[in-house]
Every structure is written in C-alpha cells, then in structure tokens.
C-alpha cells in the first residue's frame, strides 16, 4: 500500500565512478519506492500521538474573530494533534462552535494547511494500485544534476501518447470542468533517500481552451537527532511562490515537536500575508483529548446536500473573485433556498451581507 517505502537503496544506488567513468542502470519506478515516506520521518519510538495549543499571530483569523464576536461564541482556540494513522490534524477547539466555523477555517485557513494538504497529496499516491496504474501508464527519463552544490538524480515522467497520469472530470451546473495530470518531475537525493523538488504539470479545462500550469513543490530539510526532517516547503505556480512554510522544532521529555510555525503567502489581492503559529502545553500518548477528533458535531446532517451547497459555494466564490457579484448574489440565494439546512448556508448569508445594497 505504499509509493515509497523505508528499504534501504543500496541495489538501486548508482554513482558516478572517477575510475572508470561508468554508471549502474538503474529502475527509476523502483527508486521511487524506496525513498523515505514522510510520515516514516516523523514516526518516533513510544510516541504515538501528540496534542498541543495552538496562538496564531497574524490576520489570518481576524475574520473568524469577529464572526465569533457576532454570533456570542466564545474566543477562538485552536490545537494540533498528531497521530501516527492521521499525522497532523490543525483544528478548533472550542466544542461550542457550529459546523460552519470549521469549514470558514479551511478556508481562512489554506496557507497554513497548505504543508499538511502536500503530504497528505503524495501520501495518497502510496496507494498500490495508483502507483501500478502510473507505472503503466508513464515513461521516464532520467539523469544527475547538481541542486543545491550536491549530485542529485532528476526524474521526467511522462504520460504515455493516449494516456494520462491522472485525470479528474466535475461537472457543475451543466459546466464540466477537467484536470489533468500530464507529467510529474522530481529531483531526488538517492544518498539522503529524499524528495527535494516535485513538480507536477496540470492541464485544466472549463471552456474551450485548456490551460497548462506547473506546479512546484521544493522541499528543505532539517537533521535533528540524527534524523531529517520537512524544515521548509515552498508551493509555486507558473514560477510565482504562493506559499512558504518554515517549521522550527524542539525537544519535550525524549519527542521531537514542532516549536513553531511559519507561513508567508499571497492573497487574493495580491499582497503577501503571514501567519506564525506558536506551540505550547504539549500532551502526549494517552494524555491527548482525542474527542476532538471525533468530535459528532462536525459530521452533516445530510452529506449529499453539504456537497451539492459546497459545489454551489465555491462557484460564487469563483464568480466573486471574477468580478461578477450579481451572478455570485444569486447563485448564493439559490443556495440558501434549496439546502437552507446545510453548513454552507450559514456562509452563504455572510457573503450575501457583505454585499453592497
């Protein structure tokens, strides 16, 4: 069930020999699996889960803030919870909180799950029949170059002619919208076992013209105790940076925790925001309030309408970001009227109140 895996490299490996000027051949599919997988990075001896508070310093919440200052709910607090089957879970911690505030904190909240999102993104890729399908379906190229003053190896992948990587098809209201994964580029340290840059090439298509975007994801790391750790994550679009992470970690009894949390990132608008999360009251193992996570609050009344008024939402979002207020105004109405129950409701007379008159 998995893309990459702990085994050693050592019958993958191959350097360049200053004696005899050759190189081994190698499987660059079966190098793939014996990179290290992220949450094997983060895996720690009698440590199976972690709690901590959580004080966001930025703008980023001013908004969730002052929601809750108008509906009488109680300060915004947030956690962190790390678990060894769900790795990290950034979250609310007041119980007394509607359904919609957490979906407002996913998204308020993007650039600071942004890290989260990337490794859950190419954990889901460990899974043994994509990895057998993308086999399949790609070719590859491959050679070293020299990143960051040291020999790495770079690693083209290609869709096959007929065939994609990936490809997903949503159609709403009547509108198909289509993305697709065409290539994927990584730079690997076979030495360290490590993924350092990943680009994905999507081609996405509403209308009549698809779109072609690079997607790039350049990782840093961080050895502490001897072991390497994601110290840093730049996400970029077409070469312009979107989101950098930086992650600072200390010591608690005999865990390794995260300290702190940076984000810088680029707002809708253009300007750049930031964010820092500072870690405090660490709990671990059985200490950890795992309610939180189970929390029954947080689970729809009725899933199928939360999706067809979350596919609705975001449509406004899109025409809003468009300039196109009137039709985002009514597509918001038509919302609120055929699934008044829903979560996304709630949101969808915020935005319709902040509308001029």
């Known amino acids: 069930m998995r893309w990459f895996s702990s085994r050693s490299l050592a019958h993958v ?12 051949v190698i499987d660059p599919y079966e190098l793939l699996q014996q990179l290290h997988s992220f949450p094997a990075m983060f895996e720690q001896k009698d440590l199976t889960a972690y709690q901590a508070d959580a004080k966001i310093t930025g703008s980023i919440c001013q908004s969730l803030e002052q929601m809750a200052r108008e509906k009488n709910l109680s300060e915004p ?33 993007t650039p600071v799950r942004a890290f989260d999102k990337v490794i859950e993104s190419i954990e889901s890729k460990r899974e043994f029949n994509w990895f057998q399908t993308f086999k399949m379906n ?42 697709e994964t065409k290539a994927m580029r990584l730079i690997v340290s076979p030495k360290e076992k490590l993924i350092k840059s990943l680009t994905i090439v999507l081609l996405e298509q509403t209308g009549a013209k698809p779109i072609e975007t690079d997607n790039r994801f350049t990782f840093f790391y961080e050895t502490v105790n001897g072991k390497p750790l994601p110290a840093e994550l730049i996400i970029e ?15 608690q009894g005999t865990f390794i925790v995260f300290r702190k949390k940076t984000f810088t990132f680029t707002k809708t608008d253009g300007t750049t925001g930031s964010a820092t999360i ?15 996570l189970q929390d029954k609050s947080l689970v ?28 985002a105004r009514e ?27």
Not at 13 to 24: D, E, K, R
Not at 279 to 285: A, G, L, Q
Not at 301 to 311: C, F, L, R, S, T
Not at 338 to 357: M, T, V
């Open 13 to 24: 490996l191959f350097a360049i020999s200053a004696v005899c000027g050759q190189q081994q």
């Open 77 to 109: 607090r947030f956690a962190e919870f790390y678990t060894r089957e769900k790795g990290f879970v950034f979250l609310l911690a007041n119980r007394d909180y509607p359904l919609f505030f957490n979906q407002m904190l996913d998204e308020l909240f």
């Open 138 to 179: 790609t070719t590859v190229e491959y050679k070293w170059v020299q990143y960051k003053d040291a020999p790495h190896l770079k690693l083209d992948f290609t869709a096959k002619e007929g065939r994609v990587i990936e490809k997903k098809i949503e159609t709403l209201n009547g509108v198909t919208h289509t993305i």
């Open 237 to 251: 679009k077409n070469n312009r940076e979107l989101i950098r992470f930086h992650g600072e970690y200390a010591k």
């Open 278 to 292: 500072d870690f405090s009251n660490y709990r671990f193992n059985d200490k950890i309030d795992r309610s939180l």
């Open 300 to 327: 729809p009344i009725d899933p199928v309408a939360e999706q067809e008024a979350e596919k609705l939402f975001n449509q406004a979002k899109e025409l809003i970001l468009e300039g196109k207020t009137d039709e």
């Open 331 to 357: 597509i918001l109405k038509k919302l609120i009227k055929k699934y008044p129950k829903a979560s996304y409701a709630e949101q969808a007379k915020i935005l319709l109140e902040g509308f001029p008159q």
